[in-house]
């Protein structure tokens, strides 16, 4: 896989977050910017970053319980 694929797009529209595994990086845009921001990240960064998503999202539904 080394074309751009959307990780994340918000159910409103109001953002999204697509992998860009070519050039080693993220593109994350928000509906309210008018320029993405470009961020740089290999495939352990990829993994740190899947873990640590993982563990805000424990903390959140586990806050909510």
């Given at each position: ?7 994340y ?11 860009d ?7 994350v ?8 921001v ?14 640590e ?13």
């Open positions: 896989m080394n074309a751009p694929a959307i990780l797009r918000h159910c409103e529209g109001r953002g999204t977050i697509v992998a595994p070519a050039n080693l990086r993220l593109i845009s928000d509906a309210e910017q008018e320029r993405p470009f961020v740089t990240i290999g495939p352990r960064g990829m993994r740190s970053l899947a873990a998503l993982l563990k805000v999202a424990e903390s959140i539904e586990g806050g909510a319980k």
